[in-house]
T-cell receptor, first 116, second 112 residues
Framework: KAGVTQTPRYLIKTRGQQVTLSCSPISGHRSVSWYQQTPGQGLQFLFEYFSETQRNKGNFPGRFSGRQFSNSRSEMNVSTLELGDSALYLC???????????????FGPGTRLTVL | TQLLEQSPQFLSIQEGENLTVYCNSSSVFSSLQWYRQEPGEGPVLLVTVVTGGEVKKLKRLTFQFGDARKDSSLHITAAQPGDTGLYLCAGAGPGGSEKLVFGKGTKLTVNP
């Protein structure tokens, strides 16, 4: 079974621009979660989508948004980029999305975003 | 305030040594997971512990969940260079929620 894929792997943007990141979950997985990872803050939860609906949301500003399509693929968008948005953005998929054995999360390799 | 505190933050040891990484919280979790992340990759799940006091072994790695389900430890015996990586603990369901919260991680370097 193919793992979680994320595109692009690397991205360089300038302040004020916007960016869209893509995540394809493992086949059959309906839940996709997004995380931001920085050296200072570690892994922080952005949001989770299940069957095209946002089910949970972390404490990030409205510049961060996402969506999920009917095939479970998900996109994350960041508008008006700031220097502090530079981070590794990780996507994780799971069968059910709840923190149970069936909800085990499988992470993709991440998208490294650099904002100049 | 970090919900899950991991210690130490950095650890550099010689091959063959033993080590323990700690993950502590004041919150009760329904389960706790340990991941290992290598540079340029996403975290990979090592183990999930569910029951208070539970001990799980994975070759040279021993994971323990505290009796009160608020803390956990990871012990590595006879560390090898291949154990090098960032070890993350993640607590599930703090305060009855459905979220998964991560510690900041322990960066382990095992020198040959």
């Amino acid at each position: 079974k193919a793992g979680v894929t994320q595109t692009p792997r690397y991205l360089i943007k300038t302040r004020g621009q916007q960016v869209t990141l893509s995540c394809s979950p493992i086949s059959g997985h309906r839940s996709v979660s997004w995380y931001q990872q920085t050296p200072g803050q570690g892994l922080q939860f952005l949001f989770e989508y299940f069957s095209e609906t946002q089910r949970n949301k972390g404490n990030f500003p409205g510049r961060f948004s996402g969506r999920q399509f009917s095939n479970s693929r998900s996109e994350m968008n960041v508008s008006t980029l700031e220097l502090g948005d530079s981070a590794l953005y990780l996507c994780a998929s799971s069968l059910v999305g709840r923190p149970t054995p069936r909800g085990t999360q499988y992470f993709g390799p991440g998208t490294r975003l650099t904002v100049l | 305030t970090q919900l899950l505190e991991q210690s130490p933050q950095f650890l550099s040891i010689q091959e063959g040594e033993n080590l323990t990484v700690y993950c502590n919280s004041s919150s009760v979790f329904s389960s706790l997971q340990w991941y290992r992340q290598e540079p340029g990759e996403g975290p990979v799940l090592l183990v999930t512990v569910v029951t208070g006091g539970e001990v799980k072994k994975l070759k040279r790695l021993t994971f323990q969940f505290g009796d009160a389900r608020k803390d956990s430890s990871l012990h590595i015996t006879a560390a090898q260079p291949g154990d090098t990586g960032l070890y993350l603990c993640a607590g599930a369901g703090p305060g009855g929620s459905e979220k998964l919260v991560f510690g900041k991680g322990t960066k382990l370097t095992v020198n040959p």
